[in-house]
C-alpha cells in the first residue's frame, strides 16, 4: 500500500522548491566590478550592443542630438553643428556602408564632415536617455578615425563644471613613434576659473595607448566613484584623480565627434569626412531617482543570496542583458513597443531587461493539489 504521508511530503517539498525560482532572479542586487582593490556594487545598468542596433533614430536608451555653437562658445575660430542625420548605425550583417564611402564596421557611426557650414563643422553626438547616472563604471568599445583634426569623446556630463571626459586627438597620433595619446580630464569650477583649461588646475593628463585606437576597436573605461575617478584602456588602469574636482550629481553618458579647428585642441577640420564607431556601451551605475533606489530596495530580498550580486566580466562582449533568468525592471536598449528581448539590439523595451525563467504557478498548485489527493 502506498504511504500517504511520504507522498504528501515528497510533493510538498517539490513544491516549496519550486516556490523561490518564481520571485527570485541573478542580479537581483545588483552588479559588481573590483574598483583599484575594492569590489564596487552599482544598481542599474545600460548595455547596447550597437553592432546588433539596427535603426538608432528612436532607440531607447540613446538621443541623437541636434544643437550648434558658436565659434565663441566652441572656443575655436569655428563653430560646430551637432546634426541628427550624422549618426547612423551598421548592424552585422548588414550590407550597408552607413555614413561611410567604403566598405564599414559594424556599430554606431558617428561622422565629422571635412566641409563646413556657415563657419560650422558639422558633427555627432548621442546622449543617453538615463540623466540619473551618478558613481558607476562604464565601458565604451571604439576605434578612432585615422584622419586628423577631429576629437573623439567618450564622457559622463552633468554640467561644465561637473564633467568626466576621455578624448582622443587625432591630429596627436603618429605611427611612426608609435603615439596615441589619450587626454583624461576633469572639468571643474577650478578649470572654469582658468577659461576651461583643465591642464592647469591638475585634473588633466595625457596618456600614450600604446597602441594604435584606429586600426581596432578598444575598451575605454571610466570607473567613478564619490571620492575618485579612474580610467582604463583594455582594462589596463592608466591613471586616478581625486579631490574636490570629482562630481557630486547625477548625470549622463555622452558619445561625441566633433572639430571646430582649435589648433591647440581638435585641429581640423579633417581633410576628408571622419568616423568614429562606437561597438557597444556597458555602464553600471547608482542612480539619483528615489523611484530607482526604492526599485533596488524592493527587489533586493537578500544580498549574501547566491547570484544576488553579479560579477562584471571583464570580456567587453559579455552583455547581461543577453543572458536569461536576470532581474526584471533595468533597462534594455531597443525600440518602443518591440516587445521585449535583450542585449541592445531592436527587440529591447525599456525597464524590461531579461525575464525570470520559473515553472507557472499551475504547476506549483497542482503538486499541493496532487499531494491533497493522496492524503
Not at 593628463?205 to 576597436?217: C, E, I, M, Q
Request: aromatic share 10%; proline share 5%.
Amino acid at each position: 500500500m502506498r504511504n500517504p504521508t511520504t507522498i504528501t511530503t515528497t510533493a510538498c517539498l517539490l513544491a516549496a522548491s519550486l516556490l523561490p525560482s518564481l520571485a527570485r532572479a541573478a542580479c537581483e542586487c545588483g552588479y559588481a566590478t573590483n574598483i583599484t582593490g575594492t569590489m564596487e556594487v552599482f544598481t542599474d545598468l545600460i548595455e547596447t550592443d550597437f553592432t546588433k542596433v539596427k535603426n538608432i533614430t528612436n532607440n531607447t536608451d540613446w538621443a541623437r542630438q541636434e544643437f550648434n555653437k558658436t565659434n565663441t562658445n566652441a572656443r575655436g575660430p569655428l563653430g560646430e553643428k551637432f546634426m541628427t542625420e550624422n549618426v547612423a548605425s551598421v548592424h552585422e550583417g548588414s550590407s550597408s556602408y552607413g555614413l561611410s564611402s567604403t566598405k564599414a564596421d559594424a556599430g554606431l557611426q558617428l561622422l565629422v564632415e571635412s566641409a563646413t557650414t556657415n563657419g560650422l563643422v558639422p558633427g555627432a553626438e548621442v546622449d543617453s536617455a538615463r540623466q540619473d547616472v551618478q558613481y558607476g563604471s562604464f565601458r565604451a568599445m571604439m576605434k578612432i578615425p585615422d584622419v586628423a583634426g577631429t576629437c573623439a569623446a567618450f564622457f559622463w556630463y552633468h554640467n561644465d563644471t561637473q564633467e568626466i571626459d576621455m578624448e582622443f586627438l587625432t591630429r596627436e597620433f603618429n605611427s611612426s613613434n608609435n603615439t596615441y595619446p589619450v587626454n583624461i580630464v576633469l572639468q571643474s569650477r577650478a578649470s572654469l576659473e582658468k577659461g576651461y583649461n583643465a591642464a592647469g588646475t591638475g585634473n588633466f593628463f595625457k596618456v600614450n595607448l600604446g597602441f594604435d585606437p584606429t586600426a581596432s576597436f578598444h575598451e575605454y573605461r571610466i570607473d567613478y566613484l564619490p571620492n575618485a575617478v579612474t580610467f582604463y584602456a583594455d582594462g589596463k588602469i592608466l591613471g586616478s584623480m581625486n579631490g574636490s574636482a570629482v562630481p557630486t550629481e547625477g548625470g549622463h553618458l555622452i558619445l561625441q565627434h566633433w572639430s571646430n579647428g582649435n589648433p591647440f585642441w581638435s585641429g581640423g577640420p579633417p581633410k576628408q569626412d571622419a568616423i568614429l564607431t562606437v561597438a557597444s556601451v556597458r555602464a553600471y551605475f547608482n542612480s539619483t531617482l528615489e523611484a530607482r533606489k526604492a526599485d533596488h530596495e524592493g527587489r533586493c530580498a537578500d544580498p549574501t543570496a547566491p547570484d544576488a550580486v553579479c560579477i562584471i566580466p571583464d570580456a567587453p562582449d559579455f552583455f547581461f542583458t543577453k543572458q536569461t533568468n536576470m532581474t526584471n525592471n533595468q533597462t534594455v536598449s531597443g525600440t518602443p513597443g518591440s516587445g521585449g528581448g535583450g542585449g541592445g539590439g531592436d527587440g529591447g523595451v525599456a525597464a524590461a531587461a531579461g525575464t525570470v525563467e520559473a515553472p507557472s504557478w499551475s504547476l506549483v498548485v497542482g503538486l499541493f493539489v496532487l499531494g491533497i489527493w493522496f492524503i
